[in-house]
């Protein structure tokens, strides 16, 4: 392979406007996003991130939600405090998206139907689910369309 000086220029000025691109509002442009389609597949569609159904929520877990007349689909939301703990940091280089160590209410439901409630944090519960449900990561699908939003960005330049 021959590179010649005009190829390193313009290797460069594609990496200029590449720098250019990644500033803070469009990292957290990005994080919204992935926030967005996390909770989405998760809670909406009761998905994980590979797009398959969640495995069944266990006899003893799905007569609890029952008791509480929450769906018995899995779609890892009780109380909205883990799903409502996703978080992101963006600065001009990098992105963090991550779960708040929010703790959870210690109950739910009222009257007759009040049940205690795990004291774990979001994060603590987040990490525990995706052990056995995977939900948390992205997948090809949203690696693409975060690629897709990279290009549109620097084709904007």
Do not use: C
């Given at each position: 392979?021959?590179?010649?000086?005009?190829?390193?220029?313009?290797?460069?000025?594609?990496?200029?406007?590449?720098?250019?691109?990644?500033?803070?509002k469009?990292?957290?442009?990005?994080?919204?996003?992935?926030?967005?389609?996390?909770?989405?597949?998760?809670?909406?569609?009761?998905?994980?991130?590979?797009?398959?159904?969640?495995?069944?929520?266990?006899?003893?877990?799905?007569?609890?939600?029952?008791?509480?007349?929450l769906?018995?689909?899995?779609?890892?939301?009780?109380?909205?405090?883990?799903?409502?703990?996703?978080?992101?940091?963006?600065?001009?280089?990098?992105?963090?998206?991550?779960?708040?160590?929010?703790?959870?209410?210690?109950t739910?439901?009222s009257?007759?139907?009040k049940?205690?409630?795990?004291?774990?944090?979001?994060?603590?519960?987040?990490?525990?689910?995706?052990?056995?449900?995977?939900?948390?990561?992205?997948?090809?699908?949203d690696?693409?369309?975060?690629?897709?939003?990279?290009?549109?960005?620097?084709?904007?330049?």
């Open positions: 392979m021959k590179i010649d000086r005009g190829d390193l220029q313009r290797v460069k000025a594609e990496l200029g406007k590449f720098e250019r691109t990644a500033d803070k469009f990292f957290s442009e990005i994080g919204m996003f992935i926030a967005h389609r996390i909770k989405e597949r998760t809670v909406e569609q009761g998905k994980d991130a590979d797009g398959s159904a969640f495995k069944p929520y266990s006899p003893r877990y799905k007569l609890f939600r029952e008791s509480l007349g769906p018995t689909k899995p779609d890892l939301f009780l109380t909205g405090t883990m799903m409502g703990a996703m978080a992101y940091d963006a600065t001009d280089t990098r992105l963090k998206v991550y779960m708040n160590r929010t703790t959870n209410p210690s739910i439901g009257g007759k139907k049940k205690k409630l795990s004291q774990q944090t979001s994060s603590a519960k987040a990490f525990w689910l995706h052990q056995e449900r995977p939900f948390f990561r992205l997948n090809q699908k690696i693409d369309m975060i690629m897709d939003m990279f290009q549109k960005r620097l084709d904007s330049l």
